[in-house]
Structure formats: structure tokens, C-alpha cells
């Protein structure tokens, strides 16, 4: 029985099909930075049908985040590491922004998701 199952495996290596399936299980992650006015980066790129992480992280004061298109919103706390994971389903682009005041400039703290096909 291991013997078949470790044929089937390098089969499925060979044809490259169980590379793609791990890559599309754990997807990526991409850190993102937020400090007063900013978001750094203030662009992320992504792929339709694979998994993304935003790893949020606050460098000075509680801030927020919230992603309507996708459904997300969250709090940014100083000296803690927020995660949320979305699967994009379609191409475009889709803002994100801190929806917590603070302070003069606030309205400016906005950044884009770019989903590609």
C-alpha cells in the first residue's frame, strides 16, 4: 500500500500537479505597516484563486483596517500581529483604509489590493 501511494505521489510530482496543490494551500503572506497617514506597503498584489495573508502589524498607535469589497475589518494593535486571510475570486482592484481616526491626514491612510487573473 505505501509503495502505491509513493508511486502515485511521484506521478503526481512529475506532472507537477502536487506543487501547484501545495502552492495553493498555503498561499502567501504579505506584511503591511501601519503608521500614522500610511500603510507601507500601500500596494499588494495578488493572484485570483490563491490564498493571501495580510500579517498587520501598528507602529505607533491603534489603527484600522477594513477592506468592504472582501468583507474585512479588523483593529491594528501596537505590539501585536493581526492576521486575515482572503481568497480573491476575480481581477481588479479593491481599496483598503484605517477606518480609526488619528488624527489630521487620517482620510489620507489608504492603500490597494491589485488582483490579478
Avoid at 483596517?65 to 480573491?88: A, H, N, Q
Amino acid at each position: 500500500m505505501k509503495r502505491r501511494v509513493f508511486i502515485a505521489l511521484l506521478v503526481g510530482s512529475v506532472a507537477g500537479g502536487t506543487v501547484r496543490l501545495l502552492a495553493a494551500e498555503t498561499g502567501r503572506e504579505v506584511s503591511v505597516a501601519a503608521s500614522k497617514f500610511e500603510f507601507t506597503p500601500d500596494t499588494v498584489k495578488a493572484k485570483v484563486g490563491a490564498p493571501l495573508t495580510f500579517v498587520l502589524t501598528s507602529l505607533d498607535r491603534i489603527h484600522g483596517f477594513k477592506m468592504p469589497e472582501f468583507g474585512l475589518r479588523t483593529d491594528i494593535i501596537p505590539d501585536k500581529e493581526t492576521r486575515l486571510t482572503i481568497t480573491p475570486t476575480k481581477p481588479g482592484s479593491f481599496a483598503f483604509f484605517c477606518d480609526v481616526f488619528c488624527g489630521d491626514g487620517h482620510e489620507e491612510m489608504a492603500g490597494t489590493l491589485v488582483v490579478e487573473a
